[in-house]
């Protein structure tokens, strides 16, 4: 069973910077797609980035030239860093892992923005 931890959320001014992290175990990870939702309060969860197998990678327009996605097949880790944070960036973030018909998700971590 796929299992992902995500770590790395905090308090955080505007302007600021965070690296998001998640832990994949259970699973091939370089056969996963994984990615980062993230859920604000009273609103939908929303797509925010994923990286493929083979590297490609895709952003919500929201976080294009703010954050960047990324992998380590060796040490299965998907990260995140995030720039130029903005208090619309509040929300708690979700580490998902899609592959082989399954999708699984994180517990996810608050990110706060404080403007």
């Known amino acids: 069973q796929v299992q992902l931890v995500e770590s790395g959320g905090r308090l955080v001014q505007a302007g600021g910077s965070l690296r998001l992290s998640c832990t994949f175990s259970g699973g091939a990870f370089s056969t996963y797609i994984m990615g980062w939702f993230r859920q604000a309060p009273g609103k939908e969860r929303e797509f925010v980035a994923h990286i493929s197998e083979i590297g490609g990678i895709r952003y919500a327009d929201s976080v294009k030239g703010r954050f960047t996605i990324s992998r380590d097949n060796y040490k299965n880790t998907l990260s995140m860093q995030m720039n130029s944070l903005k208090s619309e960036d509040t929300a708690v973030y979700y580490c998902?892992?899609?592959?082989?018909?399954?999708?699984?998700w994180g517990q996810g971590t608050q990110v706060t923005v404080s403007s």
């Open positions: 998902t892992a899609t592959g082989s018909g399954n999708q699984y």
